[in-house]
Nanobody, 122 residues
Framework: QVQLVESGGGLVQPGGSLRLSCAAS????????MGWYRRAPGKQRELVAA???????NYADSVKGRFTVSRDNAKNTVYLQMNGLKPEDTAVYYC????????????????WGQGTQVTVSS
């Protein structure tokens, strides 16, 4: 089984910064894509940023130029550096790991973290 453990959420003032981390644990051989999604109150979950094992990245238009996604393949960890935070960034942020190949498995599966709250408010 795979566990994704997130950390780094909290309360920050507008214009401030936060760094989220998500570490995947288990008998993992490889992870194709790792990323971050968020769900704001009353809204659907949306992709924030994702990064492949080859470090190709994809960002939501609303966070381009402010957020940076990165990963450490050796540690199976993905990070989200969030700068210039706005009140509309307030949401629960979820880590996702896609096509996680485990030892002895024939194909990979998708896993989610438990979510971490990010609140941007003065």
């Amino acid at each position: 089984q795979v566990q994704l453990v997130e950390s780094g959420g909290g309360l920050v003032q507008p214009g401030g910064s936060l760094r989220l981390s998500c570490a995947a644990s288990g008998s993992i051989l490889s992870i194709n894509t790792m990323g971050w999604y968020r769900r704001a109150p009353g809204k659907q979950r949306e992709l924030v940023a994702a990064i492949t094992s080859g470090r190709s990245t994809n960002y939501a238009d609303s966070v381009k130029g402010r957020f940076t996604v990165s990963r450490d393949n050796a540690k199976n960890t993905v990070y989200l550096q969030m700068n210039g935070l706005k009140p509309e960034d307030t949401a629960v942020y979820y880590c996702n790991a896609d096509k996680v190949l485990l030892v002895g498995a024939l194909w990979g599966y998708n896993y989610w973290g438990q979510g971490t709250q990010v609140t941007v408010s003065s």
